[in-house]
């Protein structure tokens, strides 16, 4: 992976079909999906339940962009082996998820992957002014996670704050949740990067439709300039 700062869209397969994914995965990326986002979650740092390693390794062979696994569990060291080994080549988890996320950042670069941190709405920016080398992306949630198809909160200020801190550091600036048309356009000028986007992409589409996960793409693309 090398680094850039141009416009990614990472669908979200959570708003997938849950019985379709290695379809799922090749059409969203033939329609033009930068990246694959992989949302984990454990029904106990968030409400919801999704993708054991199992599964991540079972969706790899069909990702041929950029696999990116945004885990949203506590603890996580104990799993960082496992998602590795599953193949993801971003590995992103929360600072809130555990005491310390230092520690966390190191052992996933360690494992092999690229290190990401996420922060939910609730926590500053500042919260990883020394976490800047230890990481290769800051994901800003836009919503509190656990769900898809959610209302985008704005944390615009937050975005550019981070932009700021961040410098010339070769780290990307996620966002995650609620974005749409409408949205792209406020995190894109505020120094995002990478947009995840779950049911903007996928609605009104399907595998036999997939020239709509394309035409959503593009509208979002379009939007965020
Ligand atoms: C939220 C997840 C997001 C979410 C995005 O907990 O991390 O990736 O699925 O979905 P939309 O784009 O529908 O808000
Ligand atoms: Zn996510």
Redesign the pocket.
Known sequence: MTFDRSLKIAP?I??ADFANFGAEIRAIEMQGADWV?V?V?DGHF?P?LTFGPPAVKAFRPHVKTVMDV?L?ISPVDAYIDAYADAGADILTAHIEAGPHIHRTLQAIRAAGMKAGVALNPGTPADAIAHLLDMADLVCV?T????????K?IDMTAKIRKLRDMIGDRPIHIEI?????PTTAPLVRAAGADVL??????FKGGSVDSPEIYGANMRAIRTAAG
Do not use: K
Not at 143 to 149: Q, T
Not at 176 to 180: A, H, M, P, Q, T
């Open positions: 979200s959570l708003s986002h949302d979650m968030v919801n945004h949203m949630m919503v509190n996670p656990g769900f898809g198809g959610q985008f995650d949740g609620g974005v749409d995840v986007a779950g049911s903007a992409v």
